[in-house]
């Protein structure tokens, strides 16, 4: 492939502007799916739901792409049809699942609103609160995870050849800002009776965001102008077909990257559903200081992975730096589950552990997997590790409540505390996990010829069977 002129992409100011504007539709997704985790003990007072009943609607976020494969799906379109119809398609998805889990929780829907009565005459175990928020989550995890994996092909389209992993690195620094500030405020925009004012907000933010995205759109129909105007950045024999889907499951470096990928983002995501939580009940904090303790991960990440990403770039180090990264969070679980050590520290050094992965992870995918099978890729990542973010929350709330018999929130209200222990070396069981495989993906790295230990513009030489 080879260009004669200069396109948008040739730009630094022109690609960095597309980064922020993709970021930001990131940002607000992040924010919503982090936006219940400080309300979970207000969802448990105004709603009367259990720590389990609460892990589904955070698990079901993860439903469609655990079941259905629609992050796979998802990826396969994106290869098929392109950013621009994917993306909104998408984003479209993003915002009625929001608009669906904030109707679910309002006074309107809860005094006898459209769809009531519909809920309440199935599975009446369950509360039409409850299961019309699990189909909003449903519905907004549907869009957010394809949504993700199309942001993660506009960063490599935008950046390959560049500052990839610098990139990628501030895309997702930027991202889990939306997850700082979900903890952050969620508490604070409680006004009154007015609970569930911090859900709308985050609709409105999403809304917002997907009109940047509209922007974004804007841009990315010129530089495909200018592509098509110079020679095809896809050549014919660089097509997607279904069968690279056998390529990329046969492909050893992906599978570990994968792996990875599932066991540690689920040792992360669901805890921090129960973050605000574990840190009240634990630690005898405050509900608003639960959710600024919680905060300090993503706000770690936003410092933290750009540097690492950099490192990326300019010395390498990818498998090593996975390495290090699932180490440390398992430490961090194991001195939650065992200490009462410094909190914030504990946080600071998970912030630390949970910018070393992705930063090098995400870059590193780009090297194993060619441009035109990398939407197919990373919806075949996101898709495995929604199994972990649907299973977990609800296996995290099961533990909670089985290990703490006849504990009710008004008991909890008086000042009777949960034991977290059991629900907190369930997750050092998945760091265990994630330090097998960044060992394993390391080794094999050895033999691949990949490159993952080398610089993001560092060239490496490899079969035609590895690509």
């Not at 809860?110 to 928020?133: A, D, H, I, Q, V």
């Not at 997702?172 to 939306?178: D, F, H, N, S, T």
């Not at 569930?196 to 841009?219: D, Q, R, S």
């Not at 046969?250 to 840190?279: E, G, Q, R, W």
Request: charged share 15%.
């Amino acid at each position: 492939m080879e260009k004669i002129k200069r396109t948008l992409r040739d730009s630094a100011k022109a690609r960095w502007t597309m980064m922020v504007l993709v970021s930001f539709l990131m940002a607000a997704n992040y924010y919503f799916y982090d936006v219940l985790s400080p309300l979970k003990t207000i969802l448990q007072d105004h709603l009367n739901f259990s720590s389990q009943d609460f892990g589904i609607v955070a698990g079901f976020y993860a439903f469609p792409n655990t079941f259905l494969l629609m992050a796979i799906l998802g990826g396969i379109i994106l290869d098929k049809m392109g950013i621009r119809p994917t993306g909104l398609l998408f984003a479209v998805f993003m915002l009625i699942g929001a608009l669906i889990t904030a109707y679910g929780a309002s006074d309107i829907y809860r005094n006898g609103g459209l769809g009531y009565s519909l809920m309440g005459s199935f599975w009446t175990s369950y509360s039409p609160e409850l299961k019309m928020m699990s189909f909003g989550m449903l519905i907004f995890g549907l869009g957010a995870e394809t949504s993700i994996v199309v942001a993660s092909k506009i960063i490599v389209k935008w950046f390959k050849g560049y500052e990839i992993a610098l990139a990628f690195a501030l895309n997702l620094g930027i991202a889990r800002a939306g997850t700082a500030l979900a903890f952050n405020l969620s508490p604070r925009l409680i006004f009154g009776d007015n609970w569930t004012f911090p859900i709308w907000f985050a609709v409105m933010l999403l809304l917002v965001a997907f009109l940047g995205f509209l922007i974004y759109i804007m841009y990315d129909v010129k530089i495909d102008r200018q592509i098509k105007s110079n020679v095809s950045l896809i050549e014919k024999d660089e097509e997607f077909h279904i069968s690279d889907l056998k390529k990329l499951f046969t492909n050893s470096s992906f599978l570990y990257i994968t792996a990875l990928c599932v066991t540690f983002y689920a040792a992360v995501f669901p805890f921090l559903k129960f973050a605000p939580d574990f840190f009240f009940h634990k630690y005898g904090v405050s509900q608003a200081a639960s959710g600024d303790i919680a905060s300090l991960l993503p706000y770690g990440t936003m410092l933290f992975t750009p540097i690492f990403g950099l490192l990326v770039d300019k010395k390498g180090k990818g498998a090593t730096l996975m390495i290090y990264g699932s180490l440390l969070l398992l430490v961090v679980h194991l001195l939650f589950s065992f200490t009462t050590f410094n909190v914030y520290i504990l946080m600071i050094l998970l912030g630390i552990a949970f910018s070393l992965v992705p930063a090098a992870m995400w870059p590193s995918v780009a090297k194993i997997i060619p441009e035109h099978r990398i939407g197919t890729a990373y919806g075949a990542m996101f898709s495995l590790q929604n199994l972990g973010l649907f299973a977990v929350p609800i296996l995290a709330g099961t533990i909670l409540d089985s290990t703490n018999p006849g504990i009710t929130n008004e008991m909890i209200k008086k000042g009777s505390r949960l034991d977290y222990t059991p629900t907190m070396l369930m997750f050092a069981g998945f760091g265990v996990l994630g330090v097998f495989f960044a060992f394993m993906l390391k080794r094999n790295d050895k033999t691949s010829g990949y490159g993952l230990e080398l610089p993001s513009n560092a060239t490496v030489e490899t079969s035609e069977e590895m690509k």
